[in-house]
């Protein structure tokens, strides 16, 4: 089952999205609750209710759709985020705190068609995109989504995630081995894997990351990183 949140102080509107998103096709079962108040909306999350997708009305009194995002981010770093808003100079603003898509509100069924599909690709990508963890007690499956950065540590590879990190006894070498195929992974500098989907900011020498990590680019690595991050989005287009 996928549960979406829709977050709008118009009640008739957000009932309205319900009904488009339910009577739409999808590969699993969904259920979608109704927010008028984001606050209660992040109460619910904070007390530790899970949404895979939330749909969020930008401009709402008391709490504006940009400042309610970012606190989605803080509580769960992996959830869609997709906003809804009457003016599309708004849309560049979602980049601030990752957000999936934005609709046109006036616009909903017509837009909805090509963003559910975007939706659903990401939510396959999700379930099928893990490293698997196996050491002698246990194993874990980490989706790839969650990675930001992959680095050596002596012995251990250790991967950093949004909230935690995961070391695993076996060389970068390897790991990057493993990972082959999945052209969301580069190599920055001699100890250092990145997400290219996580990261904020490309320069000259340094890239940023979405949690604001810095980490320097190897120098004979500066050009080959800036290409590869390029074909990687020419390729999603």
């Given at each position: ?102 609709i046109i509100k006036e616009r909903f069924e017509e ?9 659903e690709k990401a939510f396959e990508r999700l379930e ?15 989706p790839l989504s969650h990675i930001l950065y992959i ?87």
């Open positions: 089952m996928k549960k979406i949140a829709i977050v709008d102080d118009d009640r008739d509107y957000a009932e309205g999205i319900r009904k488009v998103i339910t009577a739409s096709k999808w590969r699993d079962t969904i259920w979608a609750d109704i927010y008028e108040d984001p606050g209660l909306f992040l109460d619910e999350l904070q007390n530790g209710k899970e949404y895979d997708l939330c749909l969020s009305d930008i401009e709402m009194p008391g709490k504006s759709g940009l400042a309610l995002a970012g606190e989605i981010r803080r509580l769960d770093p992996y959830m869609l985020l997709v906003f809804l808003t009457a003016y599309s100079k708004y849309a560049v603003c979602g980049y601030q705190v990752e957000a999936f898509d934005y837009e909805w068609k090509r963003v559910r599909k975007k939706i099928n995109d893990y490293y698997l963890v196996e050491a002698s007690t246990f194993f874990e499956k980490i680095h050596k540590e002596e012995k251990y590879t250790v991967f950093v995630l949004e909230d935690r990190q995961v070391r695993v006894r076996k060389p970068l070498r390897q790991v990057q081995k493993e990972l082959a195929g999945k052209n969301q992974f580069i190599q920055v500098e001699r100890g250092h894997v990145v997400n290219i989907e996580k990261i904020r900011k490309f320069e000259l020498r340094e890239i940023e990351l979405t949690n604001g990590r810095r980490i320097p680019i190897g120098k004979i690595l500066s050009s080959e990183v800036r290409d590869k991050i390029h074909s990687y989005y020419s390729g999603r287009i």
